[in-house]
């Protein structure tokens, strides 16, 4: 099912050719990722990655690309590594290639690196790398941030790259936190990866809400009002991983209800029913 | 030079409408050199003033009580976000202090027993010079384990007898015995495991995570400390808060010492006769004073002092809180056992450890410092364990249960390990050791450790490490990486270098240990 919907998200559909060319399909995914540092402006490492000629030419240190061997291929490997990496490409704070970008540029790689011929775009299918979280924060950061301020709760980044999404706290003051509030967050909804809602007035009725946040990875209700009814609110959640419900009384209906999350891998109910 | 004569209009000692002077009004000081000034009060002072400002409005809400998270403006000017996503949100690191033996707990060496008073063979020893408590000694006799192991859980592992309770939870463990430092002596190995660097002044652990990722729960200390009331009177390991001190970082991130009495944090509560709204008067006072203080001479020592204030407000209502353990289910005393109705023991403390963790308290320390077993080893490590082997299972447990310790670090061990060979006269029941740097052991569990492994091996002496050492660095740099961070890209600029917890030397995240 999670891979279905990648293959979806990645726009290729492996199985039969999709015939592309450097000029219409790779120059534009190294255009909107590399150029900035490594084009006609700046050449970090001596590398530009502008011309069809230029990503052959390579850097400094050498080749970035081994016609027919992605693998083995200086430039994919820094756009697949763990975005944490030093060697991570795109740098600083920009937002990884996202899977199809990547598969473009791993089947170009592996049909050899033609300049004009075309090549198999999906023959590979889309990378095999995680998906990203949520979308870009940074656009909506200060919205969010300040949306949450009027609320009395915080969204933060989970970190600095900029598509782990944004953390909902509510510990400083979990009672300033209920049902209302989780539903005026739904303008920034779509950032939320990680809602902590442990001790706050949230009921049943702000599960509504929250069932709409469909990037929800974390979710904690820690002695919460909410019962099985508020856990069946949550059945869209396709990406939900870990669900705390110590100290509710959500009973064995809603563990049922939990169970039928499709990437829910653990949940706790100590001190429940 | 020539004689200026003063010109009246800008003798620095003119009144500028109740302004001091500044290096501006001074005579004598060539233009340039007013430039630079100019140039830095602007980049270094304005930033501050900046934050300082923003702390006030901070303070202002606060007195409200309307929207308390405004300090986290303040607290998010520096970037406190994580440099990856993070799989630890908290630590609660059990810091047993004057180095527990790792022959009696965690580094099994059956092959002694066959060896009992045998000289430690010089080919192990390998010339290393031992300290002035055993280097006159005659002899250095092989002192077994007095307790014995089994093997205990589904990754059926060495456990001591020392640890029933433990034992049971071994299976979430993730137990490092090739832990090595270059101290052997207590203060400089503490501060180097607490701090990174065994000369004082350098931030602690506690301290980079408080300054790297800011608070969870603005309304308490984001590190605390707690020690423990000692069970065995000898061999009694000194503390001073050094160790949990933020170094050259701002004084903000150092812990806040819980105390074990009945206050836990002094003077929280109003005098008598004073209310809750003189109080906030009196705060709001003071910080207005300060803040004209900073106006003026632009030292962010102020800001300091300004959060230290508005921070002792809010604990106000938030220790009393935190401390009322009325709430508690009875299966907790059940699983921390009795002790823990009792301020100021380790038990007390691991239930507090998990209330502050559960609160958002980035980072807990609790010290028990009776470990360092010179002599009457058997006795006292018995004591010792007693003391604090079911609390620490109650605190796996109980994090466990709740889904916490999917992101606290839980993190036992002390600051090296302890000869092989007897200190003083060795008798079947009865011996002592020494210090020992070159191994020791720790474990990790939890926030993405692997669970039930053993990583690292040591000789059949414990004396040496054969396969897989973790330096203390090693060890700082793994934490790090659970909370986020690239040990080398956490840094703060002091003395002209960019400072880190982990200094110059080349440390390694462990990935080996981790999930």
Redesign the interface.
Known sequence: MRLACLLLLAGASPGWAEPATFADRVAPVLEHNCTKCHGATKQKAGLRLDSHAAVLAGSKDGEVVKPGDAMASELFRRITL???D?DFMPSGDRPPLSPAEIAVLENWIAAGTPATDSFDAARLGPAVVAPP?APDYRPRLAEA?EL??TL???L??????PT?GLVL?T???PAACDDAVLAKLAPVAGLIVDA?L?RTRVTDKGLEAVGRWSNLAHL?L?RTAVTSDGVAQLASLGRLE?L?L?GTRVDGRGLTLAGKLPALR?V?T??GP | MPDIPPDPAAHPCSDHGGEHPTVLDLPHVPLSLKQEWLERETRRHFLARGSKALAWAGLATILGRSAPHLLADVAALPDRRPQFAPKAKRAIYLFMAGAPSQFETWDYKPKLSGMFAQNLPESVRGGQVLTGMTASQSALPIAPSFFKFARRGQSDRWVSELFPWTGKVVDELCVIRSLYTEAINHEPAILSITTGNMFPGKPSLGSWLAYGLGAINEELPTFVVMTSKIPVKTNVQALSNRLWSSGFLSPEYSAVALRSGSEPVLYLRDPKGVGRDVRRAMIAGVNELNRQLFEHVGDPEINTRIAQYEMAFRMQTSVPELTDFSDEPASTWDLYGPRAREPGTYAYNCLMARRLAERGVRFTQIFLRTWDNHTNLPANIRTMCEDSDQPTYGLITDLKRRGMLEDTLVIWGGEFGRTVYSQGRLQPDNYGRDHHPRCFSMWMCGAGTRPGISYGETDDFSYNIVKDPVHVRDLHATILHQFGFDHKKLTFKFQGLDQRLTGVLPARVIREILT
Do not use: I, L
Not at chain 1, 156 to 161: I, L, W
């Open positions: 763990p975005p944490a030093d979280a941030t949450a301020r009395g709760v915080r933060v980044p989970r970190s600095r790259v782990d706290r510990a400083s003051a902590e442990a904690d820690t870990t705390n110590t653990r706790w100590f001190g």
